[in-house]
């Protein structure tokens, strides 16, 4: 990943992955394909892996795990909150219901304070801490919204106690070893200990290990992080829901900076060619980010939901391909 010109990182899912597919991605300018274990099994990654293979023995392959993470509790149907509505947040893996929503990290009622703005589903819906008692948070609802079952939460600015791996991140780090994969981006990672509990798991077998930066405390110790790993990835998409969203470019360009002089490897990701979801064509901003990423310094840029489930994948492969080329 350090070739003058920049990589392209293409993700790939179990539901569009034969052999031609992915001929087709690096045929365009993919390098790398990318596997998000959010939404594979151990058993459909094998055979991506073998697809990638038997297409090219020339593209890398990179496991993104889950990593700690915060979600709600499964819904029997979509939950509609209004605005200024009082409601609940237990730490608990019942049912959601309109009166309680429950999630899965058991500390969570600990290591929420009063006053916290909770955010859910990428920050579409937030929360108010108004106090805590009985084992609950007891908060307000700041925006009208819809939860749906196992969304994601975050709390900005607070610092939660989550175990650096979990028991799937285990499973795919397994089958990363025993498939001799080529990089592990990890998510969530808070400091020089996430990236060290990768590193004693797979001491056997030692693999690349990339720190998804996305989360203040990602950022605020980012040194000591890029100590310990192969490099990192700016995932704009978390670290926009933790920091505000005009602060991130900011903090994109820093990071890259901050890699470059310490000659570790960066990945750009997240929302590069979005609209090309359903669009053939990117748009002029979407077209200039990639260019400025490029710009920067950046040594690879990711395609996420452009390829891994939109209309044009081969066509957001060719176009990130020619920007880098430019």
């Given at each position: 990943?350090r070739?003058?010109?920049?990589?392209?990182?293409?993700?790939v899912?179990?539901?569009?992955?034969?052999?031609?597919?992915i001929k087709?991605?690096?045929?365009?300018?993919?390098d790398?394909?990318?596997?998000?274990?959010?939404?594979?099994?151990?058993e459909t990654?094998?055979?991506?892996?073998?697809?990638?293979?038997e297409?090219?023995?020339?593209?890398?392959?990179?496991?993104?795990?889950?990593?700690?993470e915060?979600?709600?509790?499964?819904?029997?149907?979509?939950?509609?909150?209004?605005?200024?509505?009082?409601?609940?947040?237990?730490?608990?893996?019942?049912?959601?219901?309109?009166d309680?929503?429950?999630?899965?990290?058991?500390?969570?009622?600990?290591?929420?304070?009063?006053?916290?703005?909770?955010?859910?589903?990428?920050?579409?819906?937030?929360?108010k801490?108004?106090?805590?008692?009985?084992?609950?948070?007891?908060?307000?609802?700041?925006?009208?919204?819809?939860?749906?079952?196992?969304?994601?939460?975050n709390?900005?600015?607070i610092?939660l106690?989550?175990?650096?791996?979990?028991r799937?991140?285990?499973?795919?780090?397994?089958?990363?070893?025993?498939?001799?994969?080529d990089f592990?981006?990890?998510?969530?990672?808070?400091?020089?200990?996430?990236?060290?509990?990768?590193?004693q798991?797979c001491?056997?077998?030692?693999?690349?290990?990339?720190?998804k930066?996305?989360?203040?405390?990602?950022v605020e110790?980012?040194?000591?992080?890029?100590?310990?790993?192969?490099?990192?990835?700016?995932?704009?998409g978390?670290?926009g829901?933790?920091?505000?969203?005009?602060?991130?470019?900011?903090?994109?360009?820093?990071?890259?900076?901050?890699?470059?002089?310490?000659?570790?490897?960066?990945?750009?990701?997240?929302q590069?060619?979005?609209?090309?979801?359903?669009?053939?064509?990117?748009?002029?901003?979407?077209?200039?980010?990639?260019?400025?990423?490029?710009?920067?310094?950046?040594?690879?840029?990711?395609?996420?939901?452009?390829?891994?489930?939109?209309?044009?994948?081969?066509a957001?492969?060719?176009?990130?391909?020619?920007?880098?080329?430019?």
């Open positions: 990943m070739n003058k010109q920049t990589k392209v990182v293409a993700t899912s179990d539901q569009r992955c034969g052999p031609d597919f087709q991605l690096h045929d365009n300018g993919m790398v394909v990318r596997l998000n274990t959010a939404h594979q099994t151990p990654c094998l055979q991506v892996i073998k697809n990638i293979r297409a090219s023995d020339k593209i890398a392959i990179l496991i993104d795990t889950k990593g700690p915060v979600r709600t509790t499964a819904v029997n149907a979509p939950i509609e909150l209004k605005r200024g509505q009082d409601i609940i947040i237990r730490a608990s893996e019942s049912t959601t219901t309109a309680a929503i429950h999630v899965n990290y058991s500390g969570f009622v600990k290591d929420v304070p009063d006053s916290s703005s909770i955010l859910m589903d990428d920050g579409d819906l937030e929360l801490v108004i106090r805590k008692a009985n084992d609950a948070l007891h908060c307000r609802v700041m925006n009208k919204g819809t939860l749906k079952s196992h969304k994601s939460v709390v900005p600015g610092h106690d989550l175990p650096s791996l979990t799937r991140d285990k499973e795919f780090l397994q089958l990363a070893m025993e498939q001799d994969i592990i981006a990890h998510s969530f990672v808070r400091n020089a200990d996430d990236v060290k509990a990768i590193q798991f001491k056997k077998k030692p693999i690349r290990i990339i720190a930066i996305e989360n203040t405390q990602g110790n980012l040194d000591e992080i890029l100590d310990y790993s192969y490099g990192v990835m700016v995932a704009r978390d670290l829901v933790e920091i505000p969203a005009e602060e991130v470019p900011l903090i994109q360009k820093t990071i890259i900076r901050r890699c470059i002089q310490r000659a570790k490897p960066v990945i750009t990701a997240t590069m060619l979005q609209s090309m979801i359903e669009n053939p064509r990117p748009t002029r901003a979407e077209v200039s980010d990639v260019a400025n990423a490029i710009l920067d310094g950046t040594d690879a840029l990711m395609l996420s939901a452009e390829t891994a489930a939109g209309k044009y994948p081969v957001a492969v060719r176009i990130m391909a020619k920007v880098a080329k430019r």
